[in-house]
């Protein structure tokens, strides 16, 4: 039996890896004052619906649960973010900053860099309705790449901002109920030959890549440009307008940050969705945030091997005479455990130089040899890595051992 396409086991190792990334991901949003919240896998599927756009909708898996309320595993985090925003906006100081790491789910063509299941980061600010929140985003999207030990040669930040279009709409004639599939079209010119885009264009196709071309001067790129040039971080971006992002609730700035070399999907992406809370039924709230999913950062990591997650080391491997389970010994290793310590020991009696052999396969730190010598409170330890074995007092072991902790 093998997973569903588009699902994936993780053993062990990919834990690691995984969890590497997790954890990276937290440290760089503690830094920037995010605090971490989540919410649940299913939702009503009102809730996807006319707020995410046609083409993820089309996307969820839904179902009629046993009380018959139609319900879908969540694509997205950010619709569940405003319904909880919207919930309790006026118990939080403002603005909000909060990220989560969601397990999202999209049945779509399984393929390099997406699949129908991943996790992602996602970072938001609520509450704010200055270009400042979103180069702040833009700042801890870039700082959390370079935690990785990415570099300016290795991505970059496109930038955009819809407010343009729909201004250059509106100066056209354009009704807002097409504005959608013009964004739609704008959205998939990477991903489609560009005669198709033309037709889905139409009278428009011209200027429109006239623009692409040569973006005119937008005096909101110059905010942000300057906000993070004055952050060091200048080298990371460029102006964009081919970038606006597939979802419908998007309302301003937009960006999505790709490898230079564009081997690899988008890593992430983002921007302002000013009118989502409103249009769940809650107040008219400003609000910003990106997603960064864990598959295409975990191929370009995996491909430069610029991190090499690892298992924590096992402190103590405890060995016990051949036949004998000490009960001072057991006690012992309880004791260790919960002072925080990772302990581990046969579960059968094994000959010496096996538990030894054991303690050497899980890369243990110290060997604990616990005898009879255990009843005048005395232990022998042996240092794995420096081959070296004394005796210890029972009573010293943990403060000896907390000493010596990495």
């Known amino acids: 039996m093998q997973p569903l396409p588009g699902f994936r086991d993780f053993y062990p190792p990919d834990c690691a890896f995984r969890n590497l990334i997790f954890s990276r991901w937290r440290e760089s ?21 006319k707020k995410s756009g046609d083409e993820i909708f089309g996307q969820i898996y839904h179902f009629i649960d046993k009380g018959s309320r139609a319900v879908a595993l969540r694509p997205e985090m950010t619709p569940t973010l405003a319904r909880m925003i919207e919930a309790h906006f006026k118990e939080y100081r403002k603005p909000i900053k909060w990220f989560s790491i969601p ?59 819809r407010h343009f279009w729909t ?29 198709e885009i033309e037709k889905r264009l ?37 102006i964009d307008l081919g970038i606006v992002r597939g979802l419908a609730y998007y309302t301003g700035v937009v960006y999505e940050v790709f490898d230079r070399l564009g081997k690899f999907r988008a890593i992430a992406g983002g921007g ?75 579960f059968y009696p094994s000959k010496l130089k096996k538990q030894l052999a054991i303690a050497q396969s899980l890369n243990a730190r110290f060997a604990l040899f616990v005898s009879e ?18 005796s210890l007092p029972v009573d010293k072991l943990i403060e000896w051992l907390n000493q010596r902790a990495t």
């Open 167 to 195: 201004e250059f709409l509106r100066k056209k004639g354009i009704s807002e109920d097409n504005w959608y599939a013009f964004f739609q079209a704008i959205d998939k010119i990477e991903r489609e030959p560009k005669e």
């Open 373 to 390: 010598s255990i009843e005048e409170g005395v232990v022998e330890i042996k240092n794995m890595d420096e081959r070296t074995q004394f």
């Open 272 to 346: 302002r969705y000013d009118d989502l809370l409103k249009q769940i039924g809650g107040e008219d709230i400003a609000a910003s945030g990106f997603g960064m999913g864990d598959v295409v950062l975990g191929e370009i990591l995996r491909e430069k091997q610029i991190i090499q997650p690892s298992f924590p080391r096992l402190d103590v491997y405890v060995v016990f005479p051949e036949g004998e389970k000490i009960p001072k010994g057991l006690l012992l290793i309880e004791k260790l455990r919960r002072s925080g310590f990772s302990v581990d020991f046969s």
């Open 103 to 161: 397990q999202l789910f999209r049945y779509e063509r399984a393929q390099r860099g997406r699949l129908r299941e991943h996790y992602q980061l996602n970072c938001d600010i609520v509450g704010e309705a200055g270009l400042e929140a979103d180069i702040e985003l833009i700042n801890l999207a870039i700082d959390i790449l370079l935690s990785f030990d990415l570099g300016k040669e290795d991505f970059v930040v496109r930038i955009s901002d």
């Open 29 to 49: 949003c503690r830094r920037f004052n995010f605090v971490e919240y989540d919410g649940p896998l299913l939702e009503p599927i009102e809730l996807y619906q």
């Open 202 to 238: 139409g009278s428009l196709a011209k200027e429109v890549f006239e623009i692409l071309e040569n973006p005119p001067c937008w005096e909101r790129f110059d905010i942000i440009l300057e906000g993070l040039h004055n952050r060091g971080l200048g080298e990371f971006v460029r």
